[in-house]
């Protein structure tokens, strides 16, 4: 049982198919040869291949689970954190609070109570409010929108996002994928999502999300070398892409020491990359509304905040595993020691973005190429120093 | 990309108010730019020919909702001069007092609405904080939070209560606490200062010759106040300059902007503290106040947000004849297209905050 694919294979050899493919065999004698289909369902599950795809159906699903209730968690600190930082309480919500609303839906008040006696709750229940509102908003196209863009630009942004969080390993026992390119592969799904920003921002026929759209693709020019130069040098002394052997090799001492300067270029890089102040030109919410999501209602604007709280998250899990050392730490279990890391850089990202104001585009340009870019190089340069001579 | 326009407004998070700026731009940069008033015109010069003297300081209050009592005050001036009452000095000293109050407040929410236009929501939450203590402190004597109807002809509604000084001077220390937090925050904040420094600047000559006034002629290095140049109520007994302030390379940016009201918030502060040590005993309202008059009269004075001039013309009835208000935005709003063009997209609510806005006294 070393990672989450072999854990659902034996689970799937062990339980789910000696259960269910009884049931499978029985229904095939029922009315043949209609039902003969159950019976092949039933043999292709036994087979090797069809045992293999519903691991890693299996495996990919625990593994989204996990990565969909860090978002949560990340959702409610954010919104906690910036209450704080802003001297209010943030959200209060609790299961106590829902008598009240329901007396209130109920157009019925017995007797007039001060909220914030049951309104004192940690305020978890706000998300489950907020996805309750999501689902029950109306999907408007604009007029005159391009459809078939505008209905790709969101599913683009959503869809690889959430496939970075089966990318990328939480430890070595909960992994749901393990490819020889690891991290490279990451990062290429990463820069997928400037395309759905700027299919959006053009098929919505509305001149805020165009432009939302144009400064995505500019942001991304600015960031993206630099981003992947500072990533070279970890891959360098590691002499490896995956992500279990950039680990192994931090067992000693942590990247961020001798690539302090790799780190600040990774860190600032990521910012713009996940698309949080002080980088969030594409929905610069002063001068374009919402930016590129100006346009998306509903679920879909749910799913796309969603996704990007997941970029935030699987940017934070990319650094730690790059230069804090990933899941290695005495005493706790591997796994706790990565989520520890991974909430401490996006508790770094939630207090940096209620403190500084936003950057404009053309500074960003100039910060990607004049500042960020020689940075990384030098940075590159001292990895190769360092391989070297160690 | 090819140029074109975007409408940022009526409905839109820049204005602050119901206002439109056409903006033309060709790729992020503006090239031209088009201001519309008028959304929330709502005539308050003609109503205001139709009631009584003594009942115009309802329309006002509702004048600007972020400086309400100002804007009572210069009509209740002009009004005076109009019938040739005088107030008496304590009630002048409240005047001051609470006047300086109502800057403060009325700076403390340009704070707050400036900084959620460079993208940091923060400093909403914590302007509209700072200004709630004074909020408080305006109510004690009003009664109102918003519209205070306290500055009457011939006076003020009301004395101030005995507690007054210390429950000012103990908000005052605290906006003091925190201004200075503010400033560690802002200035010393590398991105706030490339958001400011150099952005959507005028020179001094242009701002004179465009008829900007008040902290934002101030703020391109000009020393004109109206509280000491056309000096009015407590003001001439009263120890202060007019504080200004330049950019780095002459004339005003938005930084200079920014520094000159925090500034003008410290100089309030110091009135107010200086009115409430030398207040006299008194009366705070004029013997009679006659309800007729004739010939005409106005005022000027030195709003939050510039010069606010008040003209009356009476026939002899108990309303006014022509009524004509001057409101400092109009002219600075009308200016903006010449310190736009240039800037890009995302210099807009940096600039058109740094102005100070307040679309209810400019559509009046």
């Known amino acids: ?37 159950a019976g092949d369902m039933a043999r292709w599950m036994e087979s090797d291949p069809g045992l293999n795809i519903l691991a890693w159906t299996i495996a990919v699903n625990v593994a989204l689970m996990i990565g969909f209730t860090n978002v949560i968690i990340v959702v ?74 505008y209905t790709i630009g969101p599913v683009i942004f959503i869809s690889s996002s959430i496939l970075l969080l089966v990318m990328v390993p939480f430890s070595p026992r909960i992994a749901a994928s393990s490819a020889p390119l690891g991290l490279l592969v990451v990062m290429a799904a990463f820069s997928i999502a400037p395309i759905g920003v700027l299919t959006t921002g053009w098929a919505c026929n509305n001149k805020y999300t165009l432009i939302g759209g144009m400064r ?13 130069l500072s990533m070279a040098g970890v891959f360098l002394v590691a002499g490896s892409y995956n992500p279990m052997d950039i680990v192994a090799q931090q067992q000693g001492m942590w990247n961020v020491v001798p690539q302090f300067l790799g780190f600040i270029v990774f860190i600032v890089c990521m910012l713009a990359e996940v698309e949080r102040v002080p980088f969030d030109l594409p929905e610069a919410e002063a001068e374009l509304v919402e930016g590129w999501t100006t346009e998306i209602g509903g679920l879909r604007l749910g799913l796309v905040f969603a996704a990007e709280y997941i970029r935030g998250f699987v940017g934070a899990m990319i650094a730690t595993i790059l230069f804090l050392g990933g899941w290695s730490g005495p005493f706790l279990p591997g796994e706790i020691w990565f989520l520890l890391k991974v909430y401490g850089i996006l508790i770094f990202f939630i207090i940096l973005r209620w403190t500084v104001p936003r950057i404009r585009t053309d500074q960003i340009l100039l910060l990607g190429w004049k500042r960020l870019l020689p940075l990384s190089l030098i940075n590159l340069a001292l990895a190769i120093l360092y391989v070297e001579v160690f | 990309m090819a140029e074109m326009w975007i409408h940022m407004g009526p409905q839109h998070p820049m204005t602050h108010g119901l206002w439109n700026l056409r903006i033309k731009v060709n790729g992020e940069t503006i ?61 002048k000293y409240i005047r001051t007092v609470v006047l300086e109050l109502q800057r403060i407040a009325s700076h403390l929410m340009w704070l707050g609405a400036y900084l959620p236009d460079l993208g940091l929501i923060t400093g909403f939450l914590y302007g509209m904080r700072d200004r709630e203590m004074f909020l408080n402190l305006l109510e004690i004597p009003s009664g109102g939070r918003l519209l205070y109807n306290y500055v009457k002809i011939g006076g ?73 140049a056309d000096s009015y109520d407590a003001y001439p007994e009263l ?42 005993e008194g009366k705070v309202m004029a013997d009679s106040v006659p309800l007729r008059a004739s010939g005409e009269a106005f005022r ?50 940096a600039i058109m905050g740094s102005i100070d806005m307040c679309i209810g006294e400019t559509d009046k």
């Open chain 2, 156 to 228: 003020v509604k009301r004395d101030l209560p005995p507690g007054f000084e210390a429950k000012a001077e103990r908000v005052m220390q605290t906006l003091e606490r925190r201004l200075k937090e503010y400033e560690n925050l802002y200035d010393n904040s590398k991105i706030f200062r490339m958001r400011n420094d150099g952005v959507g600047v005028y020179s001094a000559s242009d701002a004179i010759n465009w008829g900007i006034t008040g902290p934002n002629l101030r703020s391109a290095g000009v020393p004109f106040d109206l509280r000491q």
């Open chain 2, 300 to 349: 000027r004075t030195e709003d939050s947000r510039g010069e606010a001039l008040m003209y009356l013309v009476g026939d002899g009835s108990d309303r006014p004849y022509r009524w004509k208000i001057r409101s400092p935005m109009f002219t600075t709003v009308s200016a903006a297209p010449h310190f736009l063009k240039g800037y890009k997209v995302a210099d807009v609510p």
């Open chain 1, 76 to 149: 409610y600190l954010e919104r906690k954190i910036a209450g704080r930082i802003m001297d209010r309480r943030g959200p209060m919500l609790s299961l106590n609070s829902l008598k009240e609303i329901a007396s209130d839906l109920a157009g019925y008040a017995p007797e007039y109570t001060w909220k914030t006696t049951t309104y004192a709750g940690i305020g978890i229940l706000q998300n489950v409010a907020d996805g309750i509102k999501f689902f029950c908003k109306e999907i408007i196209v604009p007029d005159k929108a391009d459809r078939l863009l």
């Open chain 1, 216 to 228: 995505s693709a500019a942001q991304l020019m600015a960031y993206e070398i630099p981003l992947l």
């Open chain 2, 239 to 280: 120890d202060f300059e007019p504080v200004t302030n330049t950019a780095a390379g002459g004339g005003s940016d938005c930084f200079s902007r920014y520094r000159q009201r925090v500034d003008e918030m410290h100089q309030s502060m110091d009135l107010v503290r200086q009115a409430l040590a030398k207040m006299p």
């Open chain 2, 31 to 91: 090239t031209d730019a088009v201001p519309e008033l008028g959304y929330l015109h709502r005539s308050v010069e003609k109503i205001g020919e139709r009631r009584k003297y003594f009942m115009n300081t309802t329309l006002t209050d509702r004048l600007c909702y972020a400086s309400a009592m100002t804007w009572t005050h210069c009509y209740c001036l002009a009004a005076e001069e109009l019938m040739g009452v005088e107030a008496p000095l304590r009630a």
């Open chain 1, 1 to 37: 049982m070393t990672s989450l694919y072999d854990w659902s294979y034996w689970f799937c050899e062990a339980w789910l198919v000696p259960l269910i493919t009884p049931l499978l065999y029985f229904q095939e004698h029922i009315m043949p040869p209609f039902s003969n289909p």
